[in-house]
């Protein structure tokens, strides 16, 4: 069998290059995987596409990181990580370089599972010897994978060449072949050390993926299985608000309006004396912004998609905390190709599991208002639906369309979005362009002006680049702005005026859309009724 044919079962490879080599020559009709460097690695490799996530076979070490810094952290990952990867019906083996460690890494899976809302007991791992050498190494994997793969009936010499070399360790392979039965890694809660764990029946590799995980279709509830129903049942925090922040052209600057808003909140109710927790949601899932934005890429949302629990612990570990901004993020996957993989239902259940646990959830969308993410969950899910546009006239109509369709009732095809919940933000606003106010809200359709952001080309430019959005919250044109926006979006909290450092008179350009309205009548009226 050519082991690179898809029929070949995946093996992933978190252990030291003369593992590797040994799995890669052993002649097994297995597809073995790039090796990893480590735990953050393989998580990193799996949601980018990079290796294969049905694999079935997976092989840690518990010395990968041995003699460095990061040793404890690795093997605190590699607990974690077997876990995660036997709960979702892996294979999974450990290579014990250092016996005297291994009751520790053994009490740090328990640890693991309990967190992760595991039963220690219900987990199988299994145990390797790679000092005994390669055979030994290999005849220890074949029962336990019998049903998977066909192993050769006798493995040659080189087996054992590959791993007397191996860096560090012992040079030559202690006598004897593969660990007896009672070596097999009881887990905890077993009666005695010579009680093995029982390989489970043979599984054929029908699961769904353990790294990026197929969609998980919704079970006769609302909500796909791994959602947590001890935090969806929790009532919504008080005078939670949820802000869909969408447009219909791309470079409107939407993701910077959802950054600067999510970060404009958390300042000003934390000066007010009065902090609002708020939690940024990047839901462009094949061309997210919000992680370049704040200098962060990892985790995504697929390191919560691949959870067993989608609980409060779990969906905290996978945020992106942005320090400067003051806020929290959920960041889209890296790769437009893992886009499908966080669906509709995924994200359902996660916004309203956020809904439980911050005041304030900001969605940051794409311009496909009409596609599922956003037309199901984020305008469906929010109060309040800010959207933005630029005073170019191809945004302008655009905007008309786009306006026309989510507020058009369902029975005329539309979306049905009701009108009050919708307000407009005029982006890069400038006077004497050729768009004047009437333009803007004939073009809005009923849906009012509620904040307009002032040019400022160099200085948001230079915050994006340099990874410095907390900069523009005290912008002397761009800070005085999200605040009002802030407040327009909150008038339930109480939020300070802006604090910043003044603008010189000459250096403010004129904003004649926000000029031009009523002060204050447009938004009571307008956006966001209580």
């Known amino acids: 069998m050519d082991s690179s044919t898809p029929a070949a079962p995946g093996v992933i490879v978190v252990a030291e290059p003369t593992l590797h080599r040994l799995l890669q020559d052993s002649g097994v009709p297995w597809h073995v995987q790039p090796r990893q460097s480590g735990v953050s690695a393989m998580w990193d490799s799996l949601s980018g596409g990079h290796l294969d996530s049905r694999s079935r076979v997976l092989v840690f070490s518990d010395s990968q990181a041995a003699d460095t810094p990061a040793d404890r952290a690795e093997r605190t990952q590699v607990a974690r990580a077997v876990v995660a990867m036997a709960h979702a019906g892996a294979h999974v083996f450990i290579a014990e370089w250092r016996p005297e460690l291994w009751d520790g890494l053994a009490e740090d899976i328990a640890e693991a599972a309990r967190a992760q809302g595991v039963d220690p007991q219900s987990l199988t791992y299994h145990r390797l010897a790679p000092d005994r050498g390669g055979r030994a190494v290999l005849e220890t994997m074949r029962p336990v994978l019998s049903g998977l793969v066909a ?43 010579a009680e093995p764990v029982v390989p489970p029946a043979p599984r054929t590799p029908s699961l769904p993926p353990i790294g990026v995980a197929a969609e998980i279709a919704a079970p006769a509830g609302e909500y796909p299985p791994n959602a947590s129903m001890e935090l969806l049942s929790l009532p919504k925090r008080p005078g939670q608000v949820t802000i869909t922040v969408t447009s219909s052209k791309g470079g409107s600057g939407k993701s910077t309006a959802s950054v600067l808003l999510a970060g404009t909140i958390a300042l000003a109710s934390a000066q007010a004396g009065r902090p609002l927790s708020v939690c940024l949601i990047d839901l462009d899932t094949r061309d997210g912004q919000v992680a370049s934005l704040i200098g962060t890429f990892m985790p995504t949302a697929l390191n919560i998609r691949v959870q067993p629990v989608w609980d409060e612990e779990r969906i905290r570990r996978n945020l992106v905390r942005a320090e400067g901004l003051g806020i929290d993020t959920l960041l889209a996957p890296i790769r437009p190709r893992t886009a499908d993989t966080v669906g509709p239902e995924f994200y359902r259940a996660i916004v309203r599991s956020l809904q439980r646990m911050y005041d304030v959830v900001i969605m940051d969308t794409s311009v496909q208002y009409l596609g599922p993410l956003i037309a199901d969950v984020a305008l469906v899910e929010s109060d309040e639906i800010l959207f933005v546009t630029t005073l170019a006239s191809t945004a302008i109509q655009g905007m008309a369309r786009a306006l026309r369709e989510m507020t058009a009732p369902v029975d005329e095809s539309g979306l049905g979005i009701p009108r009050e919940k919708i307000g407009i933000i005029v982006n890069q606003s400038l006077a004497n362009v050729g768009m004047e ?23 948001v430019l230079t915050a994006t680049n340099l990874n410095r959005m907390h900069d523009l919250l005290e912008h002397p044109v761009i800070g005085p702005a999200y605040n009002e926006l802030a407040r327009a979006c909150l008038p339930g909290h109480v939020l300070a005026p802006w604090q910043g450092r003044e603008a010189p008179a000459e250096a403010a350009p004129a904003a004649p859309v926000a000029e031009e309205q009523e002060p204050g009548d447009q938004r009571r009226r307008g956006l966001f009724r209580r």
């Open 151 to 193: 192993f050769p009936e006798q493995f040659g010499p080189e087996v054992d060449e590959i791993l007397s070399a191996a860096p560090g360790r012992r040079t030559e392979p202690v006598p004897g072949g593969p660990l007896p039965t009672s070596e097999v890694l009881p887990v905890e809660g077993s009666t005695s050390a």
């Open 437 to 459: 106010r009437d333009q803007v809200l004939a073009a809005g359709l009923g849906v009012p002006v509620v904040g307009a952001i002032p040019l400022a080309t160099k200085d």
